[in-house]
């Protein structure tokens, strides 16, 4: 999968949820590597949804994967908390931010 299908992929989920019982705000980044990598950066705040294909220099949460490893997850192929214990999904920053996006997202 290139990085462009996933980022659109990306932008209309996120567009769909509601991430009112997250976190009054919030910042992510996803960096997926692979043959094409790239960032995604996606904010909440005030209800507010904003999702940009760029690097940010900040933000609560920072995940890394493959866009191999991120086919799979959005396939079904794979579960998020198996990627992660596995190392093939990395986190920094608020992890239960993290656990708590995942459920919204699902």
Avoid: W
């Amino acid at each position: 999968m290139k990085f462009e299908e996933c980022y659109r992929y990306m932008e209309n989920l996120l567009k769909s949820k509601d991430f009112s019982s997250v976190a009054k705000e919030f910042s992510a980044i996803l960096y997926l590597t692979g043959e094409e990598n790239g960032y995604m950066y996606f904010s909440y705040v005030n209800g507010k949804k904003i999702i940009e294909p760029i690097r940010h220099n900040s933000a609560n949460l920072y995940i890394t994967m493959s866009t191999v490893t991120f086919e799979k997850l959005i396939t079904g192929q794979a579960d998020v908390l198996r990627s992660f214990t596995t190392g093939q999904i990395q986190a920094k920053g608020n992890v239960v931010l993290g656990l708590a996006l995942y459920n919204a997202l699902k």
